[in-house]
């Protein structure tokens, strides 16, 4: 068992938990995810790694409420326990210096890429963030990120603050600008990650995503997590989560995370109901 | 001598239309009656080929003589002296080619039913309190790391146990026993079983880290580090292997890894009980012809498949599944394509397979493994309407380990090389054994690994 430590509602719908799993938090590193069940019943989830704190042996996750799974997490408290947390899983993001980089985040991935930024900045690198909300009430960690970026623009999708619109418009200015970018890193929904790979393709900008494709073991035993990256097929658990943008088979990868909509919203349904009921 | 009796008892099993519908074991076991009966055919021979067919060894012609003789810790006891798993190695071992196959009856055309009455004693020890075997020799002071917690680990670490060495395994996945748990399925090999030869194993001292994904939360030279003395590798062939055809990638498409995985680890089939899902159309084709394939055929009848095709590219006669479950699967309604090779999968605008273009298939010349290799035939692809397909063509060892272990050497198949008699891997204090040294095997021929890096491990550590 792994007990919460704290939690945090950072918005209405996006929690942090920070849990105690000292053997997963001497090794974090950014980019890297954990798998986790939440009890005897409860299904294999992936989890990226938002932070670590290797003195009090704890590593932090932020998540979004979807379906049942991450609905029930939503309702832990500081002092409960999860059944199973494993880690760290897949490779580190690839941290070097190479000038300028873009870290871009699209919702919660905001917590994924906070860790990226802090990494690539102590590397020694210019670092540029553009930070996409559908809404301000959605937006949070505008402080963490600012912390280690050299430049951050805020974008949200109905104009509540920053600049309205999507992030690929700023990352397209950056990319026709004078300065030159030599790394972008686009991490969030599958849609926003594809069309900034699309946006930076015709400037030749190596760019670098983040999959979330279903997972079960997260250790490359079960094959369900394959992706097709430059017409070879890849395990993103253990050949990723991280790969290069350009060459992702975009639409594939969507139709396959779809598979259990069906499964998912009747799991979701039946929970609810128990939860009115009880 | 008295007259030899040639009638095998037949084991009573659940009938074919019952058991398509749940998940309870298919054969049920002897009765007291039965075990007697078929306990005393043995002839008790002299020249015991038996012990010499089983991988590790148990004294069968001693089991049998105590469970003849009603002395029930007995028979527990010998058989527990070489074998930590017998309430698994009883239902899945393929005893028609080891123990069985070399009876002296055998030659009769009745041999012993050595699996089933292996079976008969395991549970009985199961529903009765025993204490007989749980005799561990004074603590040595050493400490092993025994890397995953299937057959091969499990019978490492007792064995170490009861030579007085302190023993962790260190698991990936939630729960211990390795493809006995996730691969399996129930109606097969009920989970309860392998939990009660697990808790055995515990018994004898042996602590279980699970969650522990060796190679990523920690490595073998970190193991070594903190003061193992000796680390045994059991991890297993898990990687899947797929055909690599167009269309592989569709939804529908499972490896057999991930549709048992779901099934049998996860509990799918108890969806939304559970949380895990699966889904299983109209029409399934399961792509191979090993014990697995079977599995997962049969596991998509139970799961409500109106029908399921085993898609085999050779012939019946190459088929490696066990005799006994290639019946079973068949009186389960199973339809069997031999000589059929998948081409391509069809999916539709969302993504979702609906067909797969096969060819048949003609036998020419024998290959390397000793079996006719099979040759299309030109222009005779064909189509066949599936909404699901289970790719079952194997699975090689998962380079996990080795990829984070500096020194350990592997063959260009994957597998860990070592030292035949010893499970000595090329890395120093790293013995290894089972399916990640010879590629997916059987159960026995992974126990028996694990037992012969043990005594090596264990000459290792006194000579130190
Ligand atoms: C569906 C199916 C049906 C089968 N039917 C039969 C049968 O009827 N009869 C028979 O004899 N054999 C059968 N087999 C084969 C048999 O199960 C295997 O040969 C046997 O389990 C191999 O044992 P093992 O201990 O080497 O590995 P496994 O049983 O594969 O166990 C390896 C363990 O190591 C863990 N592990 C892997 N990597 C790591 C890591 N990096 N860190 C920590 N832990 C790790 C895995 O999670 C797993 O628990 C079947 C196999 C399958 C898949
Ligand atoms: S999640 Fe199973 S192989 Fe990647």
Same mark, same amino acid.
């Given at each position: 068992?792994?007990?919460?430590?704290?939690?945090?509602?950072?918005?209405?719908?996006?929690?942090?938990?920070?849990?105690?799993?000292?053997?997963?938090?001497?090794?974090?590193?950014?980019?890297?995810?954990?798998?986790?069940?939440?009890?005897?019943?409860?299904?294999?989830?992936?989890?990226?790694?938002?932070?670590?704190?290797?003195?009090?042996?704890?590593?932090?996750?932020?998540?979004?409420?979807?379906?049942?799974?991450?609905?029930?997490?939503?309702?832990?408290?500081?002092?409960?326990?999860?059944?199973?947390?494993?880690?760290?899983?897949?490779?580190?993001?690839?941290?070097?210096?190479?000038?300028?980089?873009?870290?871009?985040?699209?919702?919660?991935?905001?917590?994924?890429?906070?860790?990226?930024?802090?990494?690539?900045?102590?590397?020694?690198?210019?670092?540029?963030?553009?930070?996409?909300?559908?809404?301000?009430?959605?937006?949070?960690?505008?402080?963490?990120?600012?912390?280690?970026?050299?430049?951050?623009?805020?974008?949200?999708?109905?104009?509540?603050?920053?600049?309205?619109?999507?992030?690929?418009?700023?990352?397209?200015?950056?990319?026709?600008?004078?300065?030159?970018?030599?790394?972008?890193?686009?991490?969030?929904?599958?849609?926003?990650?594809?069309?900034?790979?699309?946006?930076?393709?015709?400037?030749?900008?190596?760019?670098?995503?983040?999959?979330?494709?279903?997972?079960?073991?997260?250790?490359?035993?079960?094959?369900?997590?394959?992706?097709?990256?430059?017409?070879?097929?890849?395990?993103?658990?253990?050949?990723?989560?991280?790969?290069?943008?350009?060459?992702?088979?975009?639409?594939?990868?969507?139709?396959?995370?779809?598979?259990?909509?069906?499964?998912?919203?009747?799991?979701?349904?039946?929970?609810?109901?128990?939860?009115?009921?009880? | 001598?008295?007259?030899?009796?040639?009638?095998?008892?037949?084991?009573?099993?659940?009938?074919?239309?019952?058991?398509?519908?749940?998940?309870?074991?298919?054969?049920?076991?002897?009765?007291?009656?039965?075990?007697?009966?078929?306990?005393?055919?043995?002839?008790?021979?002299?020249?015991?080929?038996?012990?010499?067919?089983?991988?590790?060894?148990?004294?069968?012609?001693?089991?049998?003589?105590?469970?003849?003789?009603?002395?029930?810790?007995?028979?527990?006891?010998?058989?527990?002296?070489?074998?930590?798993?017998?309430?698994v190695c009883g239902r899945v071992c393929p005893q028609e080619t080891q123990c069985e196959e070399v009876c002296t009856l055998a030659k009769k055309g009745a041999p012993m039913a050595i699996g089933r009455l292996e079976r008969y004693v395991a549970d009985w020890e199961l529903n009765h309190q025993n204490d007989s075997n749980r005799e561990v020799a004074p603590a040595t002071g050493s400490r092993i790391a025994v890397v995953g917690s299937g057959p091969a680990g499990l019978t490492a670490a007792a064995d170490l146990a009861k030579r007085g060495h302190q023993v962790t395994i260190f698991e990936s996945l939630h729960v211990a026993g390795g493809v006995l748990?996730? %691969?399996?399925?129930?109606?097969?090999?009920?989970?309860?079983?392998?939990?009660?030869?697990?808790?055995?194993?515990?018994?004898?001292?042996?602590?279980?880290?699970?969650?522990?994904?060796?190679?990523?939360?920690?490595?073998?030279?970190?193991?070594?580090?903190?003061?193992?003395?000796?680390?045994?590798?059991?991890?297993?062939?898990?990687?899947?292997?797929?055909?690599?055809?167009?269309?592989?990638?569709?939804?529908?498409?499972?490896?057999?890894?991930?549709?048992?995985?779901?099934?049998?680890?996860?509990?799918?089939?108890?969806?939304?009980?559970?949380?895990?899902?699966?889904?299983? %159309?109209?029409?399934?084709?399961?792509?191979?012809?090993?014990?697995?394939?079977?599995?997962?055929?049969?596991?998509?009848?139970?799961?409500?498949?109106?029908?399921?095709?085993?898609?085999?590219?050779?012939?019946?006669?190459?088929?490696?599944?066990?005799?006994?479950?290639?019946?079973?699967?068949?009186?389960?309604?199973?339809?069997?394509?031999?000589?059929?090779?998948?081409?391509?999968?069809?999916?539709?605008?969302?993504?979702?397979?609906?067909?797969?273009?096969?060819?048949?298939?003609?036998?020419?010349?024998?290959?390397?493994?000793?079996?006719?290799?099979?040759?299309?035939?030109?222009?005779?692809?064909?189509?066949?309407?599936?909404?699901?397909?289970?790719?079952?063509?194997?699975?090689?060892?998962?380079?996990?380990?080795?990829?984070?272990?500096?020194?350990?050497?592997?063959?260009?198949?994957?597998?860990?090389?070592?030292?035949?008699?010893?499970?000595?891997?090329?890395?120093?204090?790293?013995?290894?054994?089972?399916?990640?040294?010879?590629?997916?095997?059987?159960?026995?021929?992974?126990?028996?690994?694990?037992?012969?890096?043990?005594?090596?491990?264990?000459?290792?550590?006194?000579?130190?």
């Amino acid at each position: 068992m792994y007990q919460i430590v704290a939690k945090e509602d950072v918005t209405p719908q996006i929690h942090l938990l920070e849990i105690h799993a000292p053997d997963v938090a001497k090794k974090a590193q950014a980019g890297q995810f954990v798998v986790i069940r939440l009890d005897e019943k409860g299904e294999r989830i992936p989890l990226t790694i938002a932070d670590w704190n290797r003195q009090k042996r704890t590593v932090t996750v932020v998540f979004m409420e979807v379906g049942k799974t991450t609905r029930k997490l939503a309702n832990v408290k500081a002092g409960d326990s999860i059944a199973n947390f494993v880690g760290p899983l897949g490779r580190p993001t690839r941290i070097e210096k190479s000038g300028t980089v873009v870290c871009v985040a699209g919702g919660f991935a905001i917590a994924t890429i906070v860790p990226i930024a802090r990494a690539m900045k102590q590397a020694g690198n210019r670092v540029i963030s553009i930070m996409g909300f559908r809404t301000k009430a959605l937006m949070f960690w505008e402080d963490r990120l600012r912390r280690f970026s050299d430049q951050l623009i805020i974008t949200t999708d109905d104009g509540s603050y920053g600049r309205e619109g999507v992030v690929t418009v700023p990352l397209k200015e950056l990319l026709e600008g004078t300065q030159k970018i030599d790394r972008v890193i686009a991490i969030g929904p599958t849609v926003m990650m594809k069309f900034s790979s699309i946006t930076t393709l015709p400037f030749g900008v190596d760019t670098v995503v983040s999959l979330n494709p279903i997972m079960v073991d997260g250790t490359g035993m079960c094959g369900v997590c394959r992706v097709t990256v430059d017409g070879a097929v890849k395990f993103t658990c253990v050949d990723g989560p991280e790969f290069d943008g350009h060459k992702v088979d975009w639409d594939e990868l969507m139709a396959r995370q779809r598979t259990y909509l069906d499964e998912e919203k009747r799991s979701l349904e039946m929970w609810q109901q128990e939860q009115a009921g009880g | 001598m008295a007259k030899l009796d040639l009638n095998r008892v037949p084991m009573p099993k659940q009938e074919p239309e019952a058991r398509s519908e749940n998940y309870d074991e298919v054969a049920l076991g002897y009765s007291d009656e039965e075990a007697l009966a078929e306990a005393n055919r043995c002839i008790q021979c002299k020249k015991r080929p038996c012990v010499q067919g089983c991988p590790v060894g148990v004294d069968i012609p001693e089991f049998i003589d105590a469970l003849r003789n009603n002395d029930m810790p007995e028979a527990v006891r010998s058989l527990k002296a070489k074998n930590a798993l017998p309430g698994v190695c009883g239902r899945v071992c393929p005893q028609e080619t080891q123990c069985e196959e070399v009876c002296t009856l055998a030659k009769k055309g009745a041999p012993m039913a050595i699996g089933r009455l292996e079976r008969y004693v395991a549970d009985w020890e199961l529903n009765h309190q025993n204490d007989s075997n749980r005799e561990v020799a004074p603590a040595t002071g050493s400490r092993i790391a025994v890397v995953g917690s299937g057959p091969a680990g499990l019978t490492a670490a007792a064995d170490l146990a009861k030579r007085g060495h302190q023993v962790t395994i260190f698991e990936s996945l939630h729960v211990a026993g390795g493809v006995l748990m996730y %691969g399996i399925p129930e109606f097969r090999l009920p989970k309860r079983i392998v939990q009660a030869e697990v808790d055995y194993v515990r018994s004898l001292g042996v602590e279980i880290k699970l969650d522990s994904v060796i190679g990523k939360t920690l490595t073998v030279d970190e193991l070594q580090e903190v003061g193992y003395d000796a680390v045994f590798l059991g991890t297993g062939a898990g990687l899947p292997m797929f055909l690599n055809i167009p269309g592989e990638n569709l939804n529908g498409v499972y490896s057999a890894n991930e549709f048992l995985t779901r099934i049998n680890l996860m509990k799918a089939y108890l969806f939304p009980e559970y949380d895990t899902p699966i889904k299983v %159309g109209k029409k399934v084709a399961v792509i191979g012809g090993g014990n697995v394939a079977m599995d997962a055929a049969r596991c998509a009848v139970r799961l409500g498949a109106g029908e399921v095709h085993i898609v085999y590219r050779r012939s019946r006669n190459e088929m490696p599944a066990r005799l006994e479950e290639l019946e079973n699967a068949e009186e389960e309604g199973l339809i069997i394509n031999l000589l059929t090779n998948p081409l391509r999968f069809l999916g539709n605008d969302q993504g979702w397979v609906y067909g797969m273009e096969c060819i048949e298939m003609d036998l020419g010349e024998p290959d390397d493994s000793g079996r006719r290799q099979p040759m299309p035939r030109e222009g005779s692809d064909f189509i066949i309407d599936v909404d699901t397909v289970v790719v079952s063509l194997g699975t090689s060892p998962n380079p996990l380990v080795p990829s984070a272990t500096e020194g350990l050497n592997t063959t260009k198949r994957g597998t860990v090389i070592i030292d035949e008699g010893t499970g000595k891997t090329t890395k120093a204090k790293v013995w290894a054994g089972g399916d990640i040294v010879t590629g997916a095997a059987t159960v026995i021929s992974a126990m028996g690994a694990g037992k012969r890096a043990a005594a090596s491990i264990d000459a290792y550590l006194q000579g130190k």
